[in-house]
């Protein structure tokens, strides 16, 4: 099975979202969206990885695959929860109302019904995926939730009750979120809904948890960027939530979570230290093909686990320090043959070239400018640029052969973006740049 270092990537054809990212038994799952016969969307499976770092990755290969009449057509996103000792994965169920004889992995005119599903594991490397169970039927009471687009169950236990938030939309398409509660994780119990102008015309992924006083939300609305590119993004708010009623209220409007575009539907967990860690699908314009590498074409990979935490009352985002901890070598001629950790402080007016990537603090804003490492996948976005005040930006960058991520301000923002033929040059205000130690021989 295949081995990743730092980014999970595709095994091979295709991956999206993370699914059912969990710290279980002493090791990190990570679940995740994935087509595994070509380098495309279609019927939905769930690809399996585990690592005992959030570094090292080795993929396991498929764990959720259709079975049944509900989930014939996709496995699509969810959680994972641990329960007992055992694994549980929620998880929703889609099925066609009528076949595309042309192509029979995508919904024919955008037609399926949705439903929720669970699948349980005894030690989160085994699934019966004959033995699921449907918990949540299709929705069909329109006040309630949308019987196509409902789904992306996250489920969490508090106080002795499940609890379940849901991705949906109204009739008149607007996005919104379902909250669900349970006493045993199988019968549930509609308890409230929330909807907000900004949740675009369906809201994907949401995720809510409890961190450091505060709540925070998170979500994937579509339909919510005008600009060529993507038009779904990854957006958060500090929030508060009452878990008795399921009410929740947002502080602010959504915020983008990574000011790149490229990433979508992120997913967090607690990792083995109490830290709330989150990793999202980073979206590629076209698969990555190397001669070398057998596991043949690949698109999508994830960005590296990043914590979330307030500092100063404020949300931000760093690496994990499991992460930076890799990255002990200082180098003296870097190239990007390998990945780097490159530390950079900006002036106003200063730039920073990237090996092709251009980073430029002008007019109070950090652009970036990724054209020329594009190779030919023209249809990527530009990024949204972050404004900067003050006399200087610190910038801790992370560069891998498909990507780039900058953390900026110590995790103010963060701006990630996918990459394909990244050049030799390096130059700018660099403070330093660090390569990963070399395995140890066995
Ligand atoms: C987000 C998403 C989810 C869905 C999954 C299907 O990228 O559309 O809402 O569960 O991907 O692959």
Known sequence: MYQDTLHLR???????DPNGFIFYRGLYHLFYQHFPYAPRW?????GHAVSPDLVHWTHLGVALFPTKGYDQNGVFSGTAVEVDGQLRLYYSAVRYLARDDDDIHVPLDGNFVTSQALVTSEDGMHFDNWAKTQVLPVLTDPAVGDAKDTRDPKVWRSGGSFYMLLGSTTPERQGRALFFRSENGRDWTF?????????????????????????????????????PGYPDLAKYAPADFDQETCTLRLRTPLRLLDWGLDLYAPQTTLDAAGRRVLVGWMRMARPVTHAADERGPWIGQMCLPRVVEVRDGEIVFSPHPNVVAQFTQPVEHPAPDRPLRVLATLRPGESLNLFGYHLAWTD????????????????????ETPPISGDVCPLEIYVDQNLV?????????????????????LSGP?????????????
């Open 10 to 16: 595709a095994p091979g054809n295709w991956i999206n």
């Open 42 to 46: 279609g019927t939905m499976h769930w």
């Open 191 to 227: 308890v409230n809904q929330f909807t907000a102008p900004d949740f675009g015309t369906m809201l994907e992924c949401p995720d809510l948890f409890a961190l450091e006083g505060t709540h925070l939300f998170l979500g994937s609305p579509m339909g919510v960027n005008p600009e």
């Open 364 to 383: 109070g804003k950090l652009t970036a400018d990724r054209s020329a490492v594009l190779d030919g996948a023209a249809s990527c976005p530009t990024a």
């Open 405 to 425: 991520e900058v953390f900026v301000n110590q995790g103010q923002y963060v701006l990630t973006h996918v990459v394909y033929q990244l050049q030799p040059t």
């Open 430 to 442: 660099i403070d330093a740049v660090y390569a990963m130690a070399a395995p140890e021989e066995p």
